[in-house]
Nanobody, 120 residues
Framework: QVQLVESGGGLVQAGGSLRLSCAAS????????MGWYRQAPGKQRELVAT???????NYADSVKGRFTLFRDNAKNTVHLQMNSLKPEDTAVYYC??????????????WGQGTQVTVSS
C-alpha cells in the first residue's frame, strides 16, 4: 500500500501563507499523478492542484495565481505553496496520489487530510 504523509496545515490569517507537503512511501511504485484536493464543511471535495507525469500542472480556477504546486521526484514528494490565503480556502486538504505498483496496477491513494483554517 502507498502511504501518504501530509504536513503543513494550520491556522493563518487572511493574506498569509502556508506550505503543505505530501510524501509518498511504501515500497516500489511509480507515480502517475500527485496533488491536493480539499473539502470545506458542507461542500463536496474539489481539486486544488495536481501534477501529471511530473510535467503538467492543473489548478482550480479559484487558486490560480495564489497557489503553486512543486514536486520532488527523488523523494516522491509534492509541496503546495499557498499564498494570499482567503477565508474561502478554509477546508480539509487531502493529498492524492495516482500510482502504479507491480502486481497491482494503477490506483488512487489518499492522505488522511490536514486542516487549513484561514481567519478573516
Amino acid at each position: 500500500q502507498v502511504q501518504l504523509v501530509e504536513s503543513g496545515g494550520g491556522l493563518v490569517q487572511a493574506g498569509g501563507s502556508l506550505r503543505l507537503s505530501c510524501a509518498a512511501s511504501g515500497g516500489t511504485f511509480s507515480i502517475e499523478a500527485m496533488g491536493w484536493y480539499r473539502q470545506a464543511p458542507g461542500k463536496q471535495r474539489e481539486l486544488v492542484a495536481t501534477i501529471v507525469r511530473g510535467t503538467t500542472t492543473n489548478y482550480a480556477d479559484s487558486v490560480k495565481g495564489r497557489f503553486t504546486l512543486f514536486r520532488d521526484n527523488a523523494k516522491n514528494t509534492v509541496h503546495l505553496q499557498m499564498n494570499s490565503l482567503k477565508p474561502e480556502d478554509t477546508a480539509v486538504y487531502y493529498c492524492n496520489c495516482n500510482a502504479w505498483r507491480p502486481g497491482i496496477g494503477t490506483r488512487n491513494y489518499w492522505g488522511q487530510g490536514t486542516q487549513v483554517t484561514v481567519s478573516s
